[in-house]
Every structure is written in structure tokens, then in C-alpha cells.
């Protein structure tokens, strides 16, 4: 017996969910690519990126994932045989900087600890230490999505100024960008760049990058620049050249409307919901993890991302068994553990077009494997969710 029947709920880490309007806005015929509503869809979307990413900077819009978005901030600002600083959270840091290696940048690591978030101190410390100004750049990932760590990156941004470091300041927001506050001028941030389909509520397959006065200055002698990535061809007038070729119309399309979303939210009011949200799955984890078989993977509280949930399950237990039973018997589909937590856990996202509803339900059916596998836990974590919301919702 399942009971599955029904739309399956996907609360894996992006993508995420697509809003049936955001949808629905893609479903038209194909348009004129040099004249008319795309030309203003792209004006509106760039400038309502600046917004989001709370920069007076330059956007850019790139048909691409957010891999793509990582080797455009790299190859616009940096010259080969540059070297970076990458602040290693989990997985995703580390992974840009394998690119950054690919493309004859040299990378030193900082950090690496899968269950604690990056301490600032030592990111001035090291930086105090490079007295020839040999890094040139920061690398940090805001949320990592595989190890659920969020790092601080106001303070890390203060830290390089404190060191007195020229180095740009670049940021992976896309596990976190419209899920927590993000603030790309007053922090300090030189690049930043994201994804369409995590907190942003798009399909996968576009990315976004902004820059500030000091990247575009870096900009200007930066060697590694392509054709495909380079912001001075896509700052020119042509509406062709924004995107290097034909626009991702259809994708577009759904872009403005998710950003339409967003934006009559609010983007503070889509914030909080994300921080109450991320209480109530936070405290039925903590509820489970009474009994010792699963563990919160990021040790201290302020460490946790307001977008994903890293579950460890202890004990020689197959956490296979509690993501098949999740999905093939209830319908709800949660993340595996990735890199070095390969097999370890699960993730339980709660990022972009998320409500009451599909948390509790998301919550509601783990637990429900939890009893039906017979897998020790704290009981009513569900009940521990229900009251955070009850005490975070007013009436
Ligand atoms: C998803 C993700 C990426 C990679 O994005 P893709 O669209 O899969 O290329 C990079 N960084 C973080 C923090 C992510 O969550």
C-alpha cells in the first residue's frame, strides 16, 4: 500500500519548486528577439537583480547553471596565475575553486570543516599574513547546500578590510539569495552570483552575476576574459549581445514573473517566512535527534542555513531506506547527502515557493518513516514544528 497518489512535492535542495504562475508564463509562442517585450523584460529583470542582490552594481543574466555563473565571475575579474583564497564550508567553495584551477588560477583553501561555518578571524589572519597582496580574491559560498552551513559574510567581509587586503570579495549566494538577508553593497561584496532555481523560485538554466565599481575596475585588465562570460560586451547597447546570442526567451518569461513574486512578497517579508520556516524544521530535527540515531550535520545552531537541512543518520542505518519510504510510499521526495556526507543522511530543503503546508507535510511524512522503519527518534517533532509556527505566526 502507498500513499502517494497525488502531486509528488519535491523538497530536495534546487531545483525547487516552480510556482504554477512562473510556469505558465513560459507558455507562450516565441517572440522578436531585437525589438519589443523581451527588450523590456530584460531591462526590468536586470534592474530587479540589482534589488535582490541589494547592489547599486551591474547585473548580468547568463543561459547557463550556476556553474556557468562561477566560471563568469572567475573569468571577468581574474588573469591566469592570480591567486585566490577559497573558504572551504562543504562542498560548493571547494568547487569553485577546481575551476578557478582549471583556468590556471592558483587556489589555496581556508577552513574545510563539513560542521562548522568559517571563522572570520582567521580569514584576517591569513590575510594580514599576504603582505605582497598575493591573493587576489576572496571565495566563499553563503549557504553551503551540501554540508547546510552558513557562513557569515558580513563579517567576513570586514575581516578583509580589517587585513587592510585588496583582494576582491566574491560570493556564491545561490543557496541562500532571497532566503536571508543578503547585502552585496553594505557588505562589502565585489561579485556575487547565483541561481535561478533555489530560493528564486525559476526553472534551472539561468544564473545571475553583479559587480561592483572595484570587480569592474578589475575587469578592465582581468586576461582571462571570454567572449561568451565578458561583461563589456554584454554591457553594450545591443539587446543581442546581454546574452551573447538568442535570449533564453521562455526562460525569461518565467523570470520576470518569479521576480514578480518576489518582489509584491517583499523581499524582507519572503526573508522572515524563510527564517520561521527553517525554526520549525529545525525544531523537529532537534526533537528526532533526542534519541541518537540522527544528528544535525552543522554542529551550532547560528551555523544552520535558513534553506536546508543537513540530517545525519547514525548507527550503521541506511538513510536509503528513509528517502525511498518518503518518496515511494508518501509522494515526497528529500535530498541525498552529497561529497564528503555521501550516504550519511538526508537533506530536507525548505527554499523559494515554500509554505506552511509543505513543510509540515514534509516533516510530517519523514517522521512517518521514522515510525514505519522503525528508526529511534524523539517523538513529536511534527508537534515541535506546529508550536514554532504557532509562536512565530501571529493571528
Ligand atoms: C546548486 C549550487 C551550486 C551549483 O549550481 P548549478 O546550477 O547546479 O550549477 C553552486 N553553489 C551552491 C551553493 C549551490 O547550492
Redesign the pocket.
Known amino acids: 500500500m502507498t500513499v502517494r497518489k497525488g502531486r509528488e512535492f519535491l523538497a530536495i535542495?534546487?531545483p525547487t519548486t516552480v510556482p504554477d504562475e512562473v510556469l505558465n508564463a513560459a507558455h507562450r509562442p516565441a517572440v522578436d528577439i531585437y525589438e519589443g517585450d523581451l527588450v523590456d523584460v530584460t531591462q526590468s529583470c536586470l534592474a530587479d537583480l540589482r534589488k535582490v542582490f541589494r547592489t547599486e552594481g551591474r547585473s548580468y543574466i547568463y543561459a547557463a547553471?550556476?556553474?556557468?555563473a562561477?566560471e563568469a565571475a572567475l573569468t571577468n575579474v581574474l588573469s591566469r596565475g592570480d591567486k585566490v583564497l577559497v573558504l572551504a564550508s562543504g562542498l560548493?567553495g571547494p568547487?569553485?575553486g577546481e575551476m578557478a584551477k582549471m583556468l590556471d588560477i592558483e587556489v589555496e583553501h581556508l577552513g574545510g570543516d563539513w560542521r562548522r561555518a568559517i571563522d572570520p578571524d582567521a580569514v584576517e589572519a591569513r590575510l594580514r599574513a599576504d603582505r605582497e597582496g598575493e591573493i587576489k580574491a576572496v571565495l566563499v559560498?553563503?549557504?553551503?547546500?551540501a554540508s547546510s552551513i552558513v557562513n557569515d559574510i558580513s563579517a567576513i567581509g570586514q575581516a578583509i578590510r580589517n587585513a587592510g587586503s585588496g583582494a576582491l570579495f566574491m560570493v556564491?549566494a545561490?543557496?541562500?539569495l532571497a532566503t536571508m538577508p543578503f547585502e552585496m553593497d553594505a557588505w562589502g561584496i565585489d561579485v556575487a552570483v547565483t541561481?535561478s532555481?533555489?530560493g528564486l523560485m525559476m526553472p534551472?538554466g539561468l544564473?545571475f552575476v553583479a559587480a561592483g565599481e572595484r570587480a569592474r575596475s578589475a575587469h578592465q585588465t582581468a586576461n582571462l576574459r571570454t567572449q561568451y562570460w565578458d561583461w563589456t560586451f554584454r554591457d553594450g547597447p545591443v539587446h543581442y549581445h546581454k546574452y551573447c546570442g538568442t535570449p533564453p526567451e521562455h526562460q525569461l518569461f518565467a523570470m520576470r514573473k518569479a521576480l514578480d513574486l518576489l518582489l509584491t512578497e517583499g523581499l524582507e517579508n519572503a526573508i522572515e517566512r524563510h527564517r520561521i520556516l527553517a525554526g520549525a524544521v529545525h525544531a523537529a530535527v532537534r526533537r528526532w535527534a533526542e534519541a541518537g540515531a540522527l544528528e544535525f550535520n552543522v554542529a551550532a545552531p547560528d551555523d544552520r542555513a535558513r534553506s536546508v537541512t543537513t540530517v545525519l543518520v547514525n548507527g550503521g542505518r541506511d538513510p536509503e531506506s528513509i528517502r525511498a519510504y518518503c518518496r515511494e510510499k508518501c509522494g515526497v521526495v528529500i535530498g541525498v547527502t552529497i561529497g564528503d556526507l555521501d550516504g550519511r543522511g538526508f537533506r530536507i530543503a525548505h527554499m523559494g515557493h515554500v509554505n506552511a503546508p509543505m513543510i509540515l507535510g514534509t516533516l510530517g511524512v519523514v517522521e512517518t518513516s521514522l515510525n514505519a522503519l522503525a528508526i529511534p527518534h524523539g517523538r513529536g517533532g511534527v508537534q515541535a514544528a506546529i508550536d514554532v509556527l504557532a509562536e512565530s505566526v501571529s493571528p
Do not use: L
Not at 547553471?65 to 556557468?68: F, K, V
Not at 559560498?141 to 547546500?145: A, E, K, N
Open positions: 535542495p534546487g547553471n550556476g556553474h556557468g562561477w560548493f568547487a569553485w559560498v553563503q549557504v553551503d547546500t556564491d545561490i543557496a541562500s541561481g532555481q533555489k534551472p544564473s
